[in-house]
């Protein structure tokens, strides 16, 4: 298939600009500027963009990843493709050892069937202080024999651990999780400024939706927020969804580190479904208004934002068109190592998303198949 558009996004490009995207068997065989060296099979009207790349998610669609049922992850997957999620990463939220073995191994033959990228383990070993939407009891220290037994369950579909590195046994959990390819990132955790960059000279190359459930920015004591944004080495989460971070300060970020900032969504299982009573692993969550809490509190549980609606927030608030693509895609992408998607260039699979002018999305290709 050879498809021309007036407006495609190219990787490194500062805007879309006319050209071409040749397809053979599900893959990029050609990504260039310019003329279509024959006549185009397709012209897409709008704005051609890869397809999204979420690496921070929980569920959608009314359904979770937090199952050992494939035909719900099934469901998740469909709600977020039909917003231009092509790629998705599934995080598991804190459980019994036990129980987290059985979800990481029924998710391991999703992510070997090529329907998912990875898996995301985002607990048991957070701090208890900031918790978030984990359960409290569940919580324990990262011991190395443990974080492998769940890497082990796992086949190495696990592509990123988060944890709290003041907890003991952290340091040399972080250094087992690079030893065995895992990104290691640092969230839900009360740790100084010292401790999160001893995690960094550890290995640590993640910060787990910056900002949020973590000890904040002060002038005499900056805890992890500022270990983790000073130190080019580690990519940066942000949830765009206007709730979890003033929009604003997500584009000062992204303007002070336009390489590094990931948009994910956190999102459970009321993102792309209505608003209501839902459950997010062992804790029930009231959604009121979009906004998901642990029922009866102000504890924020995730998020119901899809990246398509991350993207247009960005924009909104200032953020080049460009950048905020790329944080959608390409630098996820680079974060956890997954070479064959983010981008819009040969030997690249064949995901892409086309917008229109409000950066809705109209049509999606994955595999080099229309959706």
Not at 48 to 69: K, L, N
Not at 214 to 223: C, E, S
Request: contains cysteine.
């Amino acid at each position: 298939m050879l498809i021309s558009a007036e407006r495609i996004l190219f990787p490194d490009a500062d805007a879309p600009v006319a050209g071409h995207l040749e397809i053979v068997g599900g893959t990029f065989a050609a990504a260039a500027p310019g003329p279509a060296p024959r006549p185009a099979d397709e012209h897409l009207d709008g704005i051609v963009v890869p397809g999204y790349v979420d690496v921070h998610s929980h569920g959608g669609g009314g359904a979770s990843f937090v199952t050992e049922d494939a035909e719900e992850t099934r469901t998740v997957l469909a709600t977020h493709r039909r917003h231009g999620v092509t790629t998705m990463v599934a995080s598991l939220v804190t459980g019994t050892i036990g129980v987290l073995t059985r979800q990481v191994a029924t998710l391991a033959g999703l992510v070997e069937a090529g329907e998912l990228a990875g898996i995301h383990l985002e607990g048991p070993w957070l701090a208890l202080k900031y918790k978030g939407a984990h359960p409290p009891l569940l919580l324990s220290d990262p011991q190395p024999d443990v974080v492998a037994e769940l890497l082990d369950a796992g086949r190495g579909t696990v592509r990123m651990v988060t944890l709290a590195p003041e907890r003991d046994g952290a340091m040399e959990s972080i250094r087992l999780l690079v030893s065995r390819g895992v990104v290691a990132a640092v969230g839900h955790t009360d740790a100084d400024y010292d401790t999160s960059r001893a995690a960094i000279a550890a290995g640590a190359r993640g910060a787990t939706h910056l900002f949020n459930a973590m000890a904040p920015l002060r002038h005499r004591d900056p805890g992890p927020v500022l270990a983790l944004w000073e130190d080019p080495r580690v990519h940066l989460e942000l949830i765009m969804d206007g709730v979890h971070v003033r929009p604003e300060l997500v584009a000062f970020v992204m303007a002070t580190e336009p390489q590094r900032v990931v948009l994910v969504t956190d999102a459970m299982a009321a993102a792309g479904s209505e608003d209501g009573d839902y459950v997010l692993g062992e804790l029930p969550v009231e959604v009121r208004d979009g906004v998901a809490r642990i029922a009866g509190t102000e504890t924020i549980a995730g998020s119901t934002l899809i990246l398509d609606r991350a993207v247009r927030n960005c924009v909104k608030a200032g953020v080049p068109l460009a950048q905020a693509v790329r944080a959608a895609t390409a630098v996820p992408a680079d974060y956890l190592g997954l070479a064959d998607v983010g981008r819009l260039a040969a030997g690249k699979r064949a995901d892409l998303v086309v917008l229109d002018d409000d950066l809705s999305v109209t049509r999606v290709m994955q595999h080099g198949a229309w959706l």
